[in-house]
């Protein structure tokens, strides 16, 4: 299968090299995080020296007799060589029950630079402040974006062809390696299906996966939606599946925490709080949306909003929904200093449609930038102050264009 260099990750790596941290790769299954941490490991043997690579793959039948916490340890301190710089990587850490108490002897002894992966359901960002006494650096991996997969497909220069591919896609690259539609659904499916009827019921003991996958499908049918526990649980009962309110928060976080679906929480841009009744829920890839639901109830205009949030996210901005007055903001996005208000919107050629996504932002009396996203085919340009563009450009060039 075909790789790519993810470049924005490799230089995260990087640039955390020698710091005295556990860094711990984590996103959705199939995101790249193994892949990621093989390009790390050959870009240190191609250039350093002075360096001793201790590799630990838990998938790989060679490494089963460490499957316990003390032979991983002892395993890992024979290897130790003095008078080098010893990084240690361990792949699918969670197969080794206790990996922790390993771990953090082996940090304790500030001689090892550590980075471990392991499945998502089983190396929560929730989780790792408990898992490890020492301090650690969370790396998290997201599917492809549409840049990566345009540098994928590199032979093929038909933006406007890639985009629409990729909608229906997504960014899980495994399935990019299937001929037919059919089977790549059928990967996208089963990767679903791992994390929601097996990672998770396992992880939390849950007794049935039927809340859970009503669920899951339920926020998938409804990303950009506002929605809370409490409506969604009213809205199973009446389909006769029984369930409450609590069960149903039980289980977005589950379903949050396992990086199926990112919360976006509400923000009083006025008032400069933080709102809790309700919130948005986003899709980690839009191609399991499509895999699992097809084309039902499909509104590209969702779909839209939904990489667009996750494009925030892979590049680090604290992303909120924004209330003002009666009107919302589809995204504040924070990072540091910076903060942008951001719609985004399917087609604004209807002079309504234009003004029902500039009138929020116009309202807005404070001078950091205000855009509009939308699928206009034309290149950026301004009206009253707001900068518009074309999805795919902002996509493709969101540091121009932010």
């Known amino acids: 299968m075909k790789t790519i ?18 860094k711990v790769i984590t996103g959705i299954r199939r995101s790249g995080k193994s892949i990621l941490m093989q390009e790390y490991i050959q870009y240190l043997k191609d250039n350093f020296n002075d360096i001793n690579v201790i590799f630990i793959d838990f998938m790989d039948l060679s490494f089963e007799h460490l499957k316990e916490y003390h032979a991983l340890h002892a395993y890992v301190e024979k290897r130790y060589v003095e008078g080098k710089s010893n990084y240690l ?8 029950p206790n990996f922790e108490l390993a771990v953090n002897s082996l940090y304790s002894k500030r001689k090892y630079d550590i980075y471990i992966t392991g ?10 402040a408990t898992l490890f006494t020492g301090r650690y650096i969370e790396i998290h991996v997201y599917p492809f974006s ?9 032979n093929n220069h038909d933006i406007e062809k890639l985009f629409e591919d990729y909608t229906i896609k ?10 037919t539609e059919k089977d790549r659904k059928d990967y996208i499916k089963e990767v679903y299906e791992t994390i929601v009827t097996r990672d998770l019921v396992q992880k939390y003991s849950l007794p049935d996966t039927q809340v859970l996958q009503r669920l899951s499908e339920f926020l998938m049918d409804n990303i950009s939606n506002l929605t809370s526990p409490s409506r969604i649980s009213n809205m199973l009962s009446e389909k006769n599946i029984s369930t409450n309110h609590v069960t149903i928060g039980k289980y977005i976080k589950y379903l949050c925490n396992a990086f199926v679906f990112y919360d976006i929480k509400r923000y009083d841009i006025r008032g400069k709080k933080y709102l809790e009744s309700t919130e948005k829920f986003y899709l980690s890839d839009i191609g399991i949306r499509y895999a699992v639901l097809g084309t039902r109830n499909m509104d590209y205009g969702r779909v839209y909003e939904n990489m667009v949030c996750l494009e925030l996210l892979r590049s680090g901005y604290d992303v909120y929904v924004g209330k003002l007055y009666q009107k919302e903001i589809d995204f504040v996005a ?6 942008i208000y951001i719609q985004v919107s399917d087609n604004i050629t209807e002079e309504e449609t234009f003004k029902r996504e500039y009138a929020p932002l116009l309202q807005i009396k404070d001078a950091y930038p205000k855009i509009i996203i939308a699928k206009t085919g034309h290149p950026k340009y301004s009206y009253e102050g707001i900068e518009i563009f ?12 932010i």
């Open 170 to 179: 997504g960014g899980l690259a495994g399935s990019y390696a299937y001929n």
């Open 390 to 401: 074309d999805i795919r450009d902002w996509l493709l060039n969101k540091k121009q264009a």
């Open 89 to 96: 990587f361990i792949d699918e850490v969670q197969m080794c």
């Open 119 to 128: 499945s998502n359901a089983f190396l929560l960002s929730a989780d790792l």
């Open 146 to 154: 549409f840049k990566e997969y345009c540098n994928y497909y590199d």
């Open 334 to 339: 924070q990072r540091g200093s910076e903060k």
């Open 5 to 22: 260099e993810r470049t924005e990750y490799l230089n995260r790596i990087k640039n955390l090299k020698d710091t005295p941290d556990i």
